[in-house]
């Protein structure tokens, strides 16, 4: 079965903080893929890696970076974490067959609130 | 650019009421098009997908039809139940997205289901 996880559903820090969101895939996929959830606003991309090492801004990369330095592992970090970003944290992963609709797969989500 | 318009929520049905949920998109070329499913507290889960214009999309009774000429791809099922009620969400993936595979979702609709 494929399996998505995030280091934690829940995470409480403090302006100023720097936080690391950490996601581990065991499908061997070359995609990862990190977004936020918002009332209202749906999913948004942050960063997206398709291949160990590389890394490519989405729509909203800013105040955010990201490390991925072995495959199955995706990182994202807050520098300096700030109330805007109070958010649901998906990570998500696909598999790069060629073709165009691989299916991404998402783990459960951390909820960050920031103090 | 790519983007993804769908009907607000929240619906609320009785069981066994008839679903749709509109879906509409913007984007060149031949999308693929997407339902996920966010049940409470967790991840997103694919639910049906259409890759090419009058493909029909089908999974747990819920169906989708890829119609090109009006850029749709409504949500349908014809007997909900109360296991059904969650957040849906309409997806795209261009045609010409570089790297990865990258997602564009809609806002969501938030669906209950009553006895």
């Known amino acids: 079965d494929v399996k998505v996880t995030q280091s934690s559903r829940y995470l409480v820090k403090r302006t100023g903080e720097k936080v690391f969101l950490e996601c581990v895939q065991d499908?061997?996929?070359?995609?990862m893929f990190w977004y936020r959830q918002d009332p209202g606003l749906g999913l948004r991309l942050i960063y997206f890696?398709?291949?160990?090492?590389?890394?490519e801004k989405g729509d909203i990369p800013e105040g955010y970076s990201v490390s991925r330095e072995k495959k199955e592992r995706f990182s994202l970090i807050l520098e300096s974490a700030s109330t805007n970003q109070t958010s649901m944290y998906l990570c998500?992963?696909?598999?790069?067959?060629?073709?165009?609709?691989?299916?991404?797969?998402f783990g459960p989500g951390t909820r960050l609130l920031v103090l | 650019g790519n983007s993804v318009t769908q009907m607000e929520g929240p619906v609320t049905l009785s069981e066994e009421a008839f679903l749709t949920i509109n879906c509409t998109y913007t984007?060149?070329?031949?999308?693929?098009l997407f339902w996920y499913v966010q049940y409470p507290g967790e991840g997103l889960q694919l639910l049906l997908k259409a890759t090419k214009a009058d493909d029909k999309g089908s999974n747990k009774g819920f169906e989708a039809t890829y119609r090109k000429e009006t850029t749709s791809f409504h949500l349908e099922k014809g007997s909900v139940q109360v296991s059904d009620s969650a957040v849906y969400f309409c997806?795209?993936?261009?045609?010409?997205?570089?790297?990865?595979?990258?997602?564009?979702f809609g806002t969501g609709t938030q669906l209950k289901v009553e006895l």
């Open positions: 998500a992963s696909s598999s790069r067959t060629g073709e165009v609709h691989e299916t991404q797969y």
């Open positions: 499908m061997d996929h070359e995609n």
């Open positions: 997806a795209l993936r261009g045609e010409l997205t570089g790297g990865g595979n990258k997602l564009t």
């Open positions: 984007a060149t070329g031949y999308p693929s």
């Open positions: 890696s398709y291949d160990v090492k590389m890394k």
